[in-house]
């Protein structure tokens, strides 16, 4: 997610904790060129608070945070992304001043193979 003067920030919905800001300031988006955002998630054991993310923008490491629950059951696990972008919140307040612009491209999911046994 990105804030007012570009300020950038992880919005993530956990377990028990649904809409909360994780990181915000630890980087600033640059506006008028691309930008490479990569982030990589670890799923927490079931019944742990072992989770992390991870934040690269532009190659550089912005973001680690640990101790995270995204799941309470081993069934729940990573088969795709879901992506919206938008003016959060409600009242006149949340609306753009002015015409807004941009582009998403290049997305690229991995995901370790699950090894039975």
Same mark, same amino acid.
């Given at each position: 997610?990105?804030?007012?003067?570009? !300020? %950038?920030?992880?919005?993530?919905? +956990?377990?028990?904790?649904?809409? =909360?800001?994780?990181?915000?300031?630890?980087?600033?988006? /640059?506006?008028?060129?691309?930008?490479?955002? *990569? !982030? =990589?998630?670890? +799923?927490? @054991?079931?019944?742990? *608070?072992? %989770?992390?993310?991870?934040?690269?923008?532009?190659?550089? /490491?912005? +973001?680690? !945070?640990? %101790?995270?629950?995204?799941? $309470? $059951?081993?069934?729940?696990?990573?088969?795709?992304?879901?992506?919206? $972008? &938008? &003016?959060?919140? @409600?009242?006149?307040?949340?609306? @753009? /001043?002015?015409? !807004?612009?941009?582009?998403?491209?290049?997305?690229? +999911?991995?995901?370790?193979?699950?090894?039975?046994?």
């Amino acid at each position: 997610m990105w804030r007012e003067d570009g !300020q %950038g920030e992880l919005y993530a919905y +956990l377990v028990g904790r649904e809409g =909360e800001s994780i990181g915000r300031g630890s980087w600033y988006f /640059p506006s008028g060129r691309w930008v490479s955002v *990569e !982030q =990589e998630v670890i +799923l927490n @054991t079931p019944g742990e *608070e072992d %989770g992390i993310v991870r934040l690269w923008i532009d190659g550089w /490491p912005v +973001l680690e !945070q640990r %101790g995270l629950v995204y799941r $309470t $059951t081993e069934e729940v696990g990573v088969d795709g992304v879901m992506f919206s $972008t &938008f &003016f959060g919140g @409600t009242g006149e307040e949340w609306r @753009t /001043p002015r015409d !807004q612009h941009v582009d998403f491209a290049d997305f690229r +999911l991995f995901a370790p193979s699950r090894r039975s046994g």
